[in-house]
């Protein structure tokens, strides 16, 4: 049966008063949906079904939206074939090996127009991997980069590290 990785955008501290994780574990698996786990505090779900990828994110967008927390918090699916793919790409192997957390992967739901970032000025440095944008942030706190207006499309981000476990970890079920 397949596996699936659902990363929730807009997850943090005042969403867990609301949707605590094991909440949303029991949730997910009462639509349906096996072998479920939740990894961390930010909206990661590890998962089974034999359905697509469309209808697990129907899904866990469901379970969501049970919670009543709003429109922000969207769902996007992986497979661990999509996340394997840009962990292989590796566009910034010493950002990934000295700084992971200062390296962003961002997950869209479909290949975004990367029109507007191909030349990107910088700092940040930018790497377009399937549907996922990878960005190198030397000074994170100084980022001007606006992704989702630059795109008009939107996402959801993890660093490096959190990416590459998840990968590793749907890999593995």
């Known amino acids: 049966m397949p596996a699936y990785v659902a990363l929730i955008r807009a997850i943090g501290p005042v969403t867990h008063a609301r949707m605590r994780m094991a909440a949303l574990r029991d949730a997910c698996e009462d639509i349906g ?7 961390g505090n930010t909206g990661n779900i590890l998962c089974r079904s034999r359905k697509g990828v469309k209808a697990v994110r129907a899904l866990v967008q469901e379970a969501v939206a049970g919670f009543g927390l ?15 793919e840009v962990i292989a790409a590796n566009p910034f192997p010493q950002a990934a090996f000295a700084r992971p957390a200062d390296l962003g ?7 975004p127009d990367w029109t507007p970032l191909r030349d990107w000025p910088g700092p940040e440095k930018l790497a ?6 990878v960005v190198d942030h030397p000074d994170p706190a100084a980022t001007r980069l606006r992704i989702e207006k630059l795109l008009g499309a939107t996402m ?17 079920l």
């Open 156 to 172: 959801t981000q993890r660093n490096w590290k959190v990416f590459a476990g998840l990968a590793e970890r749907a890999a593995a």
């Open 128 to 133: 377009m991997v399937g549907a996922h944008l």
């Open 33 to 39: 949906l096996e072998d479920v786990a939740t990894v």
């Open 105 to 111: 992967v961002c997950s869209f739901d479909e290949v």
């Open 70 to 84: 709003g429109a922000a918090q969207e769902v996007f699916v992986q497979t661990p074939a999509q996340m394997a």
